[in-house]
């Protein structure tokens, strides 16, 4: 496959994935704003959202690595600082999807759990991480 149409792939994953993880973020800033016990609806809801993130959002993210690496082999990019910074927004935004899926799967089984506060930053710190990533791939500063 060329170039271009492995940048497509990557692009198109990354965008489902940042879109799965904005999900993510604002699912549980709602569902956790402590009102109580949750109906029927909300426990439908977390389930779906489970469901998602599992087969939409975790593949995703899995192609965008792949899509990515591949991307960068082509490139001789490694040994590019630019390429070093996007890779630690990358693997941070890895972690933090980790985060955000294991405490929406916590809250499925536990629904009187509260996540770690620092979950309520979520999806500021995706889109921070994103904007600063397509800022390091667009300019590559360094």
Known sequence: MSYLMFKSLHIASVITWMGGMVLLSVALLWLCRGEGPRSERETALVAAIKRWDSR????????????????????????????????????????????????LRRLQTDPAREPPGYLAYAGLFTLAAMLGIVLLVVLKPF
Do not use: E, R
């Not at 996007?86 to 933090?96: I, P, Q």
């Open 56 to 103: 939409v959002t975790s593949p995703a993210m899995g192609l965008a690595w792949l899509f990515g690496i591949v991307i960068a082999v082509q490139g001789d990019w490694f040994s590019q600082p630019w390429l070093h910074a996007k890779l630690a927004l990358v693997v941070a935004l890895s972690a933090l999807h980790g985060n955000l899926s294991a405490s």
